[in-house]
T-cell receptor, first 112, second 112 residues
Framework: DAGITQSPRYKITETGRQVTLMCHQT?????MFWYRQDLGHGLRLIYY???????DKGEVPDGYVVSRSKTENFPLTLESATRSQTSVYFC???????????FGPGTRLTVL | DQQVKQNSPSLSVQEGRISILNCDYT??????FLWYKKYPAEGPTFLIS?????DKNEDGRFTVFLNKSAKHLSLHIVPSQPGDSAVYFC???????????FGKGTRLHILP
């Protein structure tokens, strides 16, 4: 399917477990982003990538790891999940920077 | 410290009338301002943007106004339609980096 997809759409895990959220886009966009959306906080940038093999921290990077070996994929890993990481995670991509981003449908993650 | 503030969590407007969503910011280094729209269980979608060198940008029913001296921007929707019921996020970014700061969002209800 064309566009940007996220998997899984829903995930329940336990404190301390490692979990990886996947993001895949078919546009060959240079930029990709990860956000979390929490009640009372809106959207907060976790990490972003301007191109393959280039990543940088956003507003709330602690506890997360990213990689971008291929242009189309941008996985987000929680190395040791905590309850405070319970959130809805959105991946986004754009052709040239932050102005017009295309968002995926989101992954709802619950950490018990 | 919130750099982008949307002080109204929700707004109700009669169908056919004008909807005005407001946003304030604190960082004078922001170069671009954006509005995103989000429906439940979906990712945000880009709506409209404005450069800091302009004071108005229009796209169909949507107009964004920027008042740099007041560090304030607003999104006008005329006329409001039922499909406009959604959460609207204001966001800002600087040319210095690829980071973007979102406000907490305003939920717009269009009343029949």
């Amino acid at each position: 399917d064309a566009g940007i997809t996220q998997s899984p759409r829903y995930k329940i895990t336990e404190t301390g477990r490692q979990v990886t959220l996947m993001c895949h886009q078919t546009w060959s966009h240079s930029y990709m982003f990860w956000y979390r959306q929490d009640l009372g906080h809106g959207l907060r940038l976790i990490y972003y990538s301007a191109a393959a093999d280039i990543t940088d921290k956003g507003e709330v990077p602690d506890g997360y790891v990213v990689s971008r070996s291929k242009t189309e994929n941008f996985p987000l890993t929680l190395e040791s999940a905590t309850r405070s990481q319970t959130s809805v995670y959105f991946c986004a991509s754009s052709e040239s920077g932050v102005i017009e981003q295309f968002f995926g449908p989101g992954t709802r993650l619950t950490v018990l | 410290d919130q750099q982008v503030k949307q002080n109204s969590p929700s707004l109700s407007v009669q169908e056919g009338r004008i909807s005005i969503l407001n946003c304030d910011y604190t960082n004078s280094m922001f170069d671009y301002f954006l509005w995103y729209k989000k429906y439940p269980a979906e990712g945000p979608t880009f709506l409209i943007s404005i450069s800091s060198i302009k004071d108005k940008n229009e796209d169909g029913r949507f107009t964004v106004f920027l008042n740099k001296s007041a560090k304030h921007l607003s999104l006008h929707i005329v006329p409001s339609q039922p499909g406009d019921s959604a959460v609207y996020f204001c966001a800002a970014t600087s040319n210095r980096d690829d980071k973007i700061i979102f406000g907490k969002g305003t939920r717009l209800h269009i009343l029949p």
